[in-house]
T-cell receptor, first 112, second 113 residues
């Protein structure tokens, strides 16, 4: 079992749909992250939350909307996505923003 | 910002042989260099890291070396086993500035039995 849990594992959506990805950690970490992993590209940092406050937004399009209600939960709300947004979305947490990252298994998103 | 290049993108070795993956970075202020292993269907997991005050670190069959002058660092896996097959990512950051990690493009290692 992973210590960072992501749901759903797989998601297929149309370009007009609205869906959300969920991430949960009970490691007591205060920082949480969303990364995008596409084929043949480096891991791309999307958002960082530290103590529930967003500290990084790496020029991500507004069709991706993060939400961090508390230090243990992180959401990524998706709407009007494009086919090129199809990728594996990884959530991670860490004790501080410069410590070891603990990743979930990811949510595989396919946009039709 | 930091830029991390990783080579090779794919590496195939025979079981028992050694494997070496190399990374270069651009920001001379970077001082923390972790390596992550990603198995099929799983998220990346930290396997070893090195800080700029040391040149080499070893943990059983894996070792990492760092050359700050040349701005490159390498992962060495000896006596490879089929379970070493995975994608390996290097990364770099300036911990003193609390910077985020910048990842390399990944190396797919295949260990043939």
């Amino acid at each position: 079992d992973t210590e960072v849990t992501q749901t759903p594992k797989h998601l297929v959506m149309g370009m007009t749909n609205k869906k959300s990805l969920k991430c949960e950690q009970h490691l007591g970490h205060n920082a949480m992250y969303w990364y995008k992993q596409s084929a043949k590209k480096p891991l791309e940092l999307m958002f960082v939350y530290n103590f529930k406050e967003q500290t990084e937004n790496n020029s991500v399009p507004s069709r991706f909307s993060p939400e961090c209600p508390n230090s243990s939960h992180l959401f990524l709300h998706l709407h009007t996505l494009q086919p090129e947004d199809s990728a594996l979305y990884l959530c991670a947490s860490s004790q501080d923003t410069f410590r070891e990252l603990f990743f979930g298994e990811g949510s595989r998103l396919t946009v039709l | 910002g930091e830029n991390v290049e990783q080579h090779p993108s794919t590496l195939s070795v025979q079981e028992g042989d050694s494997a070496v993956i190399k990374c270069t970075y651009s920001d001379s202020a970077s001082n923390y260099f972790p390596w992550y292993k990603q198995e099929l269907g799983k998220g990346p997991q930290l396997i070893i890291d090195i800080r700029s005050n040391v040149g080499e670190k070893k943990d059983q069959r894996i070792a990492v070396t760092l050359n700050k002058t040349a701005k490159h660092f390498s992962l060495h896996i000896t006596e490879t086993q089929p379970e070493d097959s995975a994608v390996y990512f290097c990364a770099a950051s300036n911990n003193n500035a609390g910077n985020m990690l910048t990842f390399g493009g990944g190396t797919r290692l295949m260990v043939k039995p």
